[in-house]
């Protein structure tokens, strides 16, 4: 994946295995898996972080490798069946709290020029991101400020 604001190439990573089936040594039932998820996401657990609790904790001792496989629905999907999901997608919020960070601490150090452009790039991506969701995901009319992304961000 290459780097939205930098001429460095992209990292490497692992890739999942390519299998369409759920191995058998993870037959946990799909209403237990469902119930796992949003009992995480009432916890305050972001979609990904339930599927690497999920990978690793497992339900009810059995690791599930992939909820998609075992349930035929993404972790989000299973969220917005039970009402369970958030406001803005993950990786939007992540962006925003990220900005939120950063305008703290360029407050406090008005002359850290390389964070200062951090921040710019982190609110273009937002901005960027936000046209992409918006009317799907997110309102038509949201615009994104550090004054919304704060108050956003200290409710939860």
């Given at each position: 994946?290459?780097?939205?604001?930098?001429?460095?190439?992209?990292?490497?990573?692992?890739?999942?295995?390519?299998?369409?089936?759920?191995?058998?040594?993870s037959d946990v039932d799909a209403e237990?898996?469902?119930?796992?998820?949003?009992?995480?996401?009432?916890?305050?657990?972001?979609?990904?972080?339930?599927?690497?609790?999920?990978?690793?904790?497992?339900?009810?001792?059995?690791?599930?490798?992939?909820?998609?496989?075992?349930?035929?629905?993404?972790?989000?999907?299973?969220l917005e069946e039970h009402d369970a999901?958030?406001?803005?997608?993950?990786?939007?919020?992540?962006?925003?709290?990220?900005a939120v960070r950063l305008r703290e601490?360029?407050?406090?150090?008005?002359?850290?020029?390389?964070?200062?452009?951090?921040?710019?790039?982190?609110?273009?991506?937002?901005?960027?991101?936000?046209?992409?969701?918006?009317?799907?995901?997110?309102?038509?009319?949201?615009?994104?400020?550090?004054?919304?992304?704060?108050?956003?961000?200290?409710?939860?």
């Open positions: 994946m290459a780097r939205m604001h930098t001429r460095r190439r992209g990292s490497s990573g692992s890739d999942k295995p390519a299998t369409d089936e759920n191995p058998e040594w237990d898996i469902e119930s796992r998820v949003v009992e995480l996401a009432e916890q305050g657990h972001d979609p990904s972080v339930i599927g690497l609790k999920l990978r690793d904790e497992g339900v009810k001792g059995v690791p599930v490798p992939d909820v998609k496989l075992a349930t035929g629905k993404k972790v989000t999907e299973i999901d958030s406001e803005f997608p993950e990786d939007l919020r992540n962006l925003m709290s990220q601490h360029m407050a406090e150090n008005g002359q850290d020029h390389q964070n200062k452009r951090a921040l710019q790039n982190t609110e273009s991506k937002i901005r960027r991101l936000a046209d992409y969701y918006r009317g799907d995901e997110i309102d038509e009319e949201f615009t994104y400020t550090y004054e919304y992304a704060a108050e956003l961000l200290g409710d939860e």
